[in-house]
Nanobody, 122 residues
Framework: QVQLVESGGGLVQAGGSLRLSCAAS????????IGWFRQAPGKEREFVAA????????YYADSMKGRFTISGDNAKNTVYLQMNTLKPEDTAVYYC???????????????WGQGTQVTVSS
């Protein structure tokens, strides 16, 4: 079993930056795909980005390209989401998830963190 804990959320002004962290425990990431999702009030959960731990491949939702960057640190068993040029519409709870592959985590993630709140003021 994998446990995921997000951190790094907070309040930031439009145009600012935040870096979110997803720390895993219980098992190493191994061949898992790790993904970031977000859910704004009244909206469906949407995919943000994913990374393949073994190969380092990444995949982004089209709307996130250029502003968000996903990366990992094997020694710390942690995945990061660097968010730049934040906009008020980025306000949401951001969740970390794990699946069997970079594809599977997007469609059928097996593990979820509790989420971290990101609020972007205008």
């Amino acid at each position: 079993q994998v446990q995921l804990v997000e951190s790094g959320g907070g309040l930031v002004q439009a145009g600012g930056s935040l870096r979110l962290s997803c720390a895993a425990s219980g098992r190493a990431f191994g061949s898992y795909g790790i993904g970031w999702f977000r859910q704004a009030p009244g909206k469906e959960r949407e995919f943000v980005a994913a990374i393949s731990w073994s190969g380092g491949n990444t995949y982004y939702a089209d709307s996130m390209k250029g502003r968000f960057t996903i990366s990992g640190d094997n020694a710390k068993n942690t995945v990061y989401l660097q968010m730049n040029t934040l906009k008020p519409e980025d306000t949401a709870v951001y969740y970390c998830a794990a699946g069997s592959s970079i594809v599977s985590v997007r469609l059928n993630p097996m593990y979820w963190g509790q989420g971290t709140q990101v609020t972007v003021s205008s």
